[in-house]
């Protein structure tokens, strides 16, 4: 019986060595593929300089129009000269604040709307007469949004001067 028994294990232990045991590997090579996606900047999503100087153009028309606020600008208007300054303080101001190369050299918040008592209804007005602008031209949301966010910030620096 034990020859019986080392016969088998024999057996076995040849069977099991002359088994061709191949594993084989196919290893694929993978690349993670990374998509960078540029963000467009809110000026860009305005339309540039030309954008932004055409919304501006519409909302200083639109202050003109309202009844709220347009003691501000009327006074303004009166010297021709002054009035394209202010305005193009108000697009270069636009343009640097929303991620455009543009200088803004005008007075900070604060200092350009002192002495007025810009009250927070009127802030409001004013606000009310952007989203309209921004909402003609179809301005996505997101960005207006973005631009609304910005100038509520200045509420502070605006009201109460």
């Not at 593929?33 to 909302?59: D, F, H, M, R």
């Not at 028309?61 to 006074?75: D, G, P, S, V």
């Amino acid at each position: 019986m034990k020859t019986t028994n080392y016969l088998l294990l024999f057996v076995f232990a040849i069977t099991f060595l002359s088994c061709k045991t191949e594993v084989k590997k196919d290893v694929t090579a993978t690349q993670d593929e990374v998509i960078v996606v540029e963000e467009k900047t809110i000026y860009e999503k305005l339309g540039g300089e030309e954008g932004i100087s055409g919304a501006v153009e519409q909302i200083v028309a639109r202050h003109l129009e309202n009844e709220k606020i347009k003691h501000y600008f009327l006074a303004l208007k009166e010297n021709p000269e002054y009035f394209e300054q202010f305005k193009q303080h108000v697009k270069d101001f636009l343009g640097a604040g929303t991620g455009g190369g543009t200088e803004y050299k005008g007075r900070d918040m604060q200092g350009a709307h002192k002495g007025l008592n810009i009250s927070e209804a009127e802030f409001l007005a004013a606000i009310d007469d952007i989203l309209y602008v921004l909402d003609a031209n179809k301005v996505d949301r997101v960005s207006r949004n973005e631009l609304l966010a910005i100038l509520y910030s200045m509420k502070d620096a605006v009201i109460k001067q």
